[in-house]
């Protein structure tokens, strides 16, 4: 089982539609957990950090499953502007803990 | 403005040069970090830095090196021994250190190197 592993996309979605990503890690010691946003040629941005009891940031909702250790992120009402990659990350346990990268899922909201 | 400055953004070599990517922040963060980035794949860890005048290598350290001589500064050198150097270099930093601290990585603007 790969770390972290996310739909593969690209996701098309017409603008006002809600989109889920999934993304699995396979340590289950791991205890940090993000959502970065990648625009075409440009670095990652954090746009939440993931939480046990889930959390939400407008239209953005993450969960977190720790059983099956399987975090969601869910857009809803989908905007032109949401179109970028979303990489899955979380922290790699074991010395000093840094980030491991999902491959990351491509969304394309169309007008 | 604080943030993560990264030169040059565009870099072509010939075969068998080695070329240093420039990596300065001033956020104040102890720890940096050097990505790659290759098309349709995640971000693969090279270096990472927690403190001045130590580093360790990540999963993808072959081929490359670091220094941090001074805490705002973490320069990447990617030599003739890297095999597939073209690819987009990622630098990143975070207040966070300590084995289970992780906090949000800031990233530079990136830089692309294409080797002819």
């Known amino acids: 089982r790969k770390e972290v592993e996310q739909d593969p996309g690209p996701f098309n979605v017409p603008e006002g539609a809600t989109v889920a990503f999934n993304c699995t890690y396979s340590n289950s010691a791991s205890q940090s957990f993000f959502w970065y946003r990648q625009d075409c040629r440009k670095e990652p941005k954090l746009l939440m950090s993931?939480?046990?009891s889930g959390n939400e940031d407008g239209r953005f909702t993450a969960q977190l499953n720790r059983a099956s250790q399987y975090i969601s992120l869910l857009i809803r009402d989908s905007k032109l502007s949401d179109s970028a990659t979303y990489l899955c990350v979380v922290n790699k346990v074991g010395g000093y803990s840094t980030l491991t990268f999902g491959k990351g899922t491509m969304l394309l909201v169309s007008p | 403005d604080g943030g993560i400055t990264q030169s040059p953004k565009y870099l072509f070599r010939k075969e068998g040069q080695n070329v240093t990517l420039s990596c300065e922040q001033n956020l104040n963060h102890d720890a940096m970090y050097w990505y790659r980035q290759d098309p349709g794949q995640g971000l693969r860890l090279i270096y990472y830095s927690q403190i001045v005048n130590d580093f360790q290598k990540g999963d993808i350290a072959e081929g490359y090196s670091v220094s941090r001589e001074k805490k705002e500064s973490f320069p990447l050198t990617v030599t003739s021994a890297q095999k597939n150097p073209t690819a987009f270099y990622l630098c990143?930093?975070?207040?966070?250190?300590?084995?289970?601290?992780?906090?949000?990585?800031?990233f530079g603007e990136g830089s692309r190197l294409t080797v002819l």
């Open positions: 990143a930093s975070t207040t966070g250190q300590g084995p289970s601290e992780v906090a949000e990585l800031f």
């Open positions: 993931v939480y046990s």
